[in-house]
Every structure is written in structure tokens, then in C-alpha cells.
């Protein structure tokens, strides 16, 4: 509830089958300060758009999250 925003990326479902109870949007709605906003391409393009000089970004999951920053573009 400290963070300003709280960016939901999909769910990565490692061993187990995503049985589609529970999705990131779902996830997102009930999280303080949560948003769902798409794919990883969705995710990267709202941030280039919303990241300002002095904010902290934290990108923390399981999986391919890592590869956010491929597609951001960043240089």
C-alpha cells in the first residue's frame, strides 16, 4: 500500500497448469494501488510512457519478468 503503483504482469505458470482461476487482473484488482495493464509489450510501453527522473522502479516475479527491460528499448 506504500507504492504508488503496483504494475500486475501476467501469471507465469512454472510446473503447474494455468487452469485460468485465477488471472493477473484478478490479482490486480485486489492488490492496494494495482494495475493490470496487459502483455509484457503493453507493460513497457506504459512505462516508458509514466517513468519520470527520480522514480524507483522494482520489477520482481518469476520467469521471463527480466525480459522487460528487452523491451523497453532502453538506450
Known amino acids: 500500500s506504500d507504492v504508488d503503483k503496483a504494475i500486475i504482469a501476467d501469471i507465469y505458470a512454472a510446473r503447474e497448469l494455468d487452469n485460468g482461476e485465477v488471472s493477473a487482473k484478478m490479482v490486480a484488482d485486489a492488490t492496494p494501488n494495482g494495475e493490470y495493464v496487459g502483455n509484457m509489450d ?33 538506450k
Open 42 to 74: 503493453d507493460i513497457a510501453d506504459y512505462l516508458k510512457k509514466e517513468l519520470r527522473q527520480g522514480d524507483l522502479l522494482v520489477v520482481m516475479g518469476a520467469g521471463d519478468i527480466y525480459k522487460l527491460f528487452e523491451h523497453m528499448d532502453l
